[in-house]
Nanobody, 118 residues
Framework: VQLQASGGGLVQAGGSLRLACAAS????????LGWFRQAPGKAREFVAQLIGYGGSESYADSVKGRFTISRDNAKKTVYLQMNNLKPEDTAVYLC????????????WGQGTLVTVSS
């Protein structure tokens, strides 16, 4: 499975961006999809996750109420809508996927940079 993230850029605080991650793979609908981020000098952190086959979504506390993860199975794409962005959201955002019944993320995209200016 290959993942290709896009949609990053420079935005002012309070603004919005939508990230997209296009995937290959025949059973996209079954994948659990996630977004992670890594700020300069910091460890990678979980942002959001969407369980496969119409399962539940979950978010890091720092983005809850501002970010929304969604998927389009026909387009084999996962999205991250980011609203009310803050300077501390600045990071490289990575998408990831794992198969049904797998606990660890197996496949990772290359990341897209989001910079939020104050």
């Amino acid at each position: 499975v290959q993942l290709q993230a896009s949609g990053g850029g420079l935005v002012q605080a309070g603004g919005s961006l939508r990230l997209a991650c296009a995937a290959s793979g025949r059973t996209f609908g079954s994948y659990t999809l996630g977004w992670f981020r890594q700020a300069p000098g910091k460890a990678r952190e979980f942002v959001a996750q969407l369980i496969g086959y119409g399962g539940s979504e979950s978010y890091a506390d720092s983005v809850k109420g501002r970010f929304t993860i969604s998927r389009d199975n026909a387009k084999k794409t996962v999205y991250l809508q980011m609203n009310n962005l803050k300077p501390e959201d600045t990071a490289v955002y990575l998408c990831a996927a794992r198969g049904l019944g797998v606990n660890e993320y197996e496949w990772w995209g290359q990341g897209t940079l989001v910079t939020v200016s104050s």
